[in-house]
């Protein structure tokens, strides 16, 4: 029996974590944390019985206490209450699909006690991959990537010799807005930007892959997994979204992870690896499917993906910069205070204010990203 926490488990990735429970009875979830969504974590506790369960708000907390009340089940909330459930003693692995840089603080306390971590929070390495990996490598905790992409990178890797990479081929879909230019983005809608063609993901993540921005954390996130400087990794659309990722080694040879657009093929091989397990779904069909095609990123429509070239290369805390003003951004844009365009100009300009800090702790990660709410809102209120 595997017994797993989730955070952010009524999210996106979290409800398909459960949907993998559910299909694995040697799968036991002992934690759970959300965010306010407290009449769905109700429903997974009363579900899936976890024996400590988190909301950020500690109002979410006191009503999920209520609706608990007939329930054996102790409810934290906040920060302290994250933490408490990422070192939680009966949990072997900690699923951090949470949104945002609240992830760091606990994926680094799950790495000190020991727990093997399926990481789906792109923040958590974007922002603090510095600090987070040799702290994983010094306690010999396996780091298990959830995102499509990095799953491919991750299963394309398995059996081959270290040291042999000659470059990653990171694929995109290119979103809902591939193939457009600047000027046809000028106007674009919210519920637009929320339509995308081949995934199913949360308003934030969808919103990051129509921009790009989303390609820009990956590139930051493979750099850190996988040991590989940003010139060795390049990104290819791939509108089938069929190929989620390639590894070119040294001798030409590529190689590549295939299947249709389903992320809990890479959630579940994160919980089982180095098992693979059966997984009810589509299958890819080369006959229906006709052909698969590449393009080059255009980074004059979409200069979210050069920004994060640029932030990359600079480092210490101006990724951070990028990821928290793409984060503020993005949540302006999705309340109609901002045009789809400006999420970009917004994120250039914070990095072009900021003052780099080579090595940044997790306290000025966390200074610099409220530095950068706090210039982002008075860029878009002056």
């Given amino acids: ?6 955070l952010g488990s009524t999210g996106s990735i979290g409800t398909q974590t459960l949907e993998i429970v559910r299909a694995n009875p040697d799968l036991r979830v002992v934690a759970l944390a959300a965010g306010s ?5 109700e429903a997974q506790v009363r579900e899936f019985h976890p024996l400590i369960v988190g909301m950020w708000s500690e109002e979410a907390a006191k009503e999920l206490r209520l609706r608990l009340a007939d329930v054996d089940v102790r409810v934290v909330s906040g920060m302290e209450g994250l933490l408490e459930i990422a070192v939680f003693p009966q949990s072997e692995v900690l699923v951090t699909a949470i949104v945002g840089m609240i992830g760091i603080r606990p994926t680094i306390a799950a790495i000190e006690v020991g727990k093997a971590i399926a990481l789906a929070n792109k923040e958590t390495l974007v922002t603090a991959g510095h600090l987070i990996i040799p702290l994983a490598k010094k306690h010999g905790v396996p780091i298990l990537p959830v995102d499509s992409e990095h799953s491919a990178i991750f299963q394309s890797l398995n059996g081959e010799p270290s040291g042999k990479i000659s470059r990653i081929l990171l694929t995109a879909s290119g979103g809902p807005f591939r193939g457009r230019t600047r000027k046809e983005l000028q106007n674009v ?4 930007a929320l339509k995308h063609p081949n995934w199913s993901m949360g308003k934030k993540i969808t919103i990051d892959s129509a921009t790009m921005v989303n390609k820009g954390l990956e590139v930051m996130e493979a750099k850190w997994l996988f040991g590989v400087e ?3 990794i390049q990104v290819v659309v791939h509108p089938q979204s069929i190929i989620h990722s390639m590894v070119e080694y040294v001798d030409g040879a590529i190689i590549a992870q295939l299947g ?3 992320m809990k093929l890479p959630i579940q091989y994160a919980l089982f690896y180095p098992d693979r397990r059966p997984l009810a779904g589509k299958r890819v069909d080369f006959f ?9 990123p255009d980074l004059e429509a979409f200069p979210g993906l050069a920004l994060a070239y640029r932030a990359i290369d600079a480092g210490g805390s101006l990724p951070t910069v990028y990821n928290a003003a793409n984060e503020r951004a993005v949540a302006l844009f ?3 205070k901002i045009g789809f365009l400006q999420i970009a100009e917004l994120i250039e300009t914070a990095m072009n204010l900021h003052q780099v800090i080579e090595e940044p702790s997790v306290e000025e990660i966390l200074q610099v990203e409220a530095w950068t709410d706090e210039m982002i809102d008075k860029e878009v209120h002056q």
């Fill in 1 to 6: 029996m595997k017994k797993i926490a989730v």
């Fill in 37 to 41: 969504s407290v009449e769905k974590m």
């Fill in 189 to 192: 809608r919210v519920e637009d």
């Fill in 230 to 232: 940003r010139s060795r």
């Fill in 260 to 262: 249709v657009p389903d």
């Fill in 288 to 296: 229906e499917l006709g052909q698969i095609t590449f393009e080059k």
């Fill in 334 to 336: 999705l309340e109609g």
